[in-house]
């Protein structure tokens, strides 16, 4: 079975921290993608990744940064917290032209 | 135009009864197209997936894709209380790379 880990399920982080999420992936996925989903507006595309060290950003990249330095590694940073951020934030990751599969979620709170 | 349209919601639909979900797409170079489904509290999971323009039927669940109309749907057959759930549509655009981008989602119940 695929498995997708995020590092945390629940974080409470306070404004100005610089915070990291982890995403790790298991099954030699070449794309891996950061989302952010809120009541009402769906999942919305932060960052995405098809390659080690290869980014691109997505609908809403601003106030975010991401590292893909190992294939089955990818990070997504928050470089200083803003109660804007609290959400929860989702990693996914698949094959070419495949259906992704997703992490269990972090829910990030910033206070 | 947001790029992924779905029917906003909620929708109620009568136990037994065929629940269809509908959702519009505009980037005509969209290849992939794909449907999930989202417990509450849960990750998102695969329900289907479609690649070419027609029907796909897996068990209750039928895909129909017409890129012509850049349209794609989900229909649920016999509900049942268990297809609770809110149901995203997915479509994979291609610029060199792969952009997975989601619908907002239709809330579907189903009345016992």
């Known amino acids: 079975d695929v498995k997708v880990t995020q590092s945390s399920r629940y974080l409470v982080k306070r404004t100005g921290e610089k915070v990291f999420l982890e995403c790790v992936q298991d099954?030699?996925?070449?794309?891996m993608f950061w989302y952010r989903q809120d009541p009402g507006l769906g999942l919305r595309l932060i960052y995405f990744s098809y390659d080690v060290k290869m980014k691109e950003k997505g609908d809403i990249p601003e106030g975010y940064s991401v590292s893909r330095e190992k294939k089955e590694r990818f990070s997504l940073i928050l470089e200083s917290a803003s109660t804007n951020q609290t959400s929860m934030y989702l990693c996914?990751?698949?094959?070419?032209?495949?259906?992704?599969?997703f992490g269990q979620g972090t829910r990030l709170t910033v206070v | 135009q947001k790029e992924v349209e779905q029917n906003s919601g909620p929708l109620s639909v009568p136990e037994g009864a065929i629940a269809s979900l509908n959702c519009t797409y505009s980037?005509?170079?969209?290849?992939?197209f794909f449907w999930y489904r989202q417990y509450s509290g849960k990750s998102p999971e695969l329900i289907m997936s479609i690649y070419s323009n027609g029907d796909k039927e897996d068990g209750r669940f039928t895909a129909q894709l017409n890129k012509a109309s850049q349209y794609v749907s989900l229909l649920i057959r016999d509900s049942q209380p268990s297809d609770s759930a809110t149901y995203l549509c997915a479509v994979n655009q291609k610029f060199g790379n792969e952009k997975l981008t989601f619908g907002t989602g239709t809330r579907l119940t189903i009345i016992p």
């Open positions: 980037d005509r170079v969209s290849q992939s």
């Open positions: 099954m030699d996925h070449e794309n």
């Open positions: 996914a990751s698949s094959l070419w032209d495949t259906e992704a599969f």
